[in-house]
């Protein structure tokens, strides 16, 4: 029997990589009386990209399992992999009386309008997502301002990059993603006008073989730098500039890190785990409201650009040495962000 205190009990990674299809027949026959017993005290992770990404969902999994701990109320972390199925698991559990369900990216977004008004005393959270027209009282969206945290690698960049040439390698070609190279654009070219920036998309955040093709090319025609914004594809993108020492690269997590401690010189960090973590706290509190939509930037903990502490140690010295001066110039600009006397332009057209 699956113990209530949550999936620690039990086989993490198989009840994590339940399929869609399971979690719409599987799920709902076998889980459902024991999110019965527990009404109101259920909170529940539906994630739509698959966890070991060393991303987004590792963070929020274990961010999840740590405010589990704290606040004693029961979680489960769902994979819902199928978007034809979303509807069935966010129906699932609103009918077993999930307290909070908490999901990502703009693909849930119909399926939160569908049922959300349904299940009006369940708190539906979606990261990642744009604002509700008209909102909905117990729906809340969270955005983040990721692009200021390129445009910060896009300086970074400039001062690093040997070639002049420094490269984009994003998911999926969309307005976030799109305003991400923009920002990583002006920020080289603000330091660096001569410089040359160039995007491309893999057609899918998890595809590291993909990834790595793309970058191999990159960095074969003379690109030296490649800020990722790609989730699991970024894996393949690191695996590149390992081939090879003076290859450049700024990702996402700091479980990035090891992948490739010559490599991996920073990160645009947003730490969906973070906010996880905030959102559900504010969540399971008296004073939580609804009907909102929440941006996330620079200076809340959730999105910074953060040299990698591995690089500092493993990396070329050289480029060590290069990569102390130009963090010295982004903490100038980040400040000038922060005060508003630099302001980055967010503009999703390619």
């Known amino acids: 029997m699956i113990q209530k205190t949550g999936i620690s009990a039990m086989n993490r990674r198989s009840f994590l990589q339940i399929g869609a299809g399971a979690a719409a027949l599987g799920f709902a026959a076998s889980i459902v009386p024991e999110f019965a017993m527990a009404a109101g005290g259920l909170v529940a992770l539906v994630h739509t990209q698959a966890a ?18 704290e606040k004693g109320f029961e979680y489960r972390a769902i994979y819902a992999q199928d978007p034809a199925t979303y509807e069935t698991v966010f129906r699932t559990l609103g009918d077993a009386g999930a307290a909070i369900i908490v999901s990502t990216f703009n693909e849930v977004a119909e399926p939160f309008k569908a049922l959300a008004p ?44 040997t070639t002049g040439k420094i490269g984009f390698i994003g998911g999926v070609s969309i307005p976030p993603l799109n305003a991400d190279f923009n920002a990583l654009k002006a920020g080289v070219l603000s330091v660096r006008p001569d410089a040359t920036v160039t995007a491309a998309f893999a057609g899918s955040f998890q595809d590291p073989a993909k990834g790595q093709e793309i970058a191999t090319q990159m960095y074969n025609d003379g690109i030296d730098y490649i800020q990722t914004d790609a989730a699991a594809t970024d894996g393949g993108i690191i695996a590149a500039a390992n081939e090879k020492e003076g290859r450049m690269v700024s990702c996402l997590a700091p479980a990035q890190y090891a992948l490739g401690p010559k490599s991996v010189i920073a990160i645009v960090g947003l730490d969906f785990g ?77």
């Open 52 to 69: 070991g990404d060393n991303g987004p969902v590792d963070q929020m999994i274990a961010k999840l399992k740590q405010l589990s701990e």
């Open 274 to 350: 973070v906010s996880l973590y905030n959102e559900v706290s504010k969540a399971v509190g008296p004073e939580w409201k609804g009907g909102m939509h929440e941006h996330t930037g620079l200076g809340t903990g959730v999105i910074d650009f953060i040299p990698s502490p591995v690089f500092v140690e493993q990396g070329p010295a050289d480029l060590v040495a290069k990569a102390k001066e130009a963090a010295a110039e982004v903490d100038k600009v980040r400040a000038g962000i922060l005060d508003g006397s630099v302001q980055v332009p967010f503009n999703t057209a390619l």
């Open 118 to 161: 349904s299940y009006p005393d369940t708190k539906w959270i979606q990261l990642f997502g744009d604002a509700f027209e008209p909102p909905i009282p117990n729906v809340v969206t969270v955005s983040y301002d990721y692009y200021l945290g390129c445009y910060l690698s896009g300086v970074f960049a400039a001062r690093m990059s």
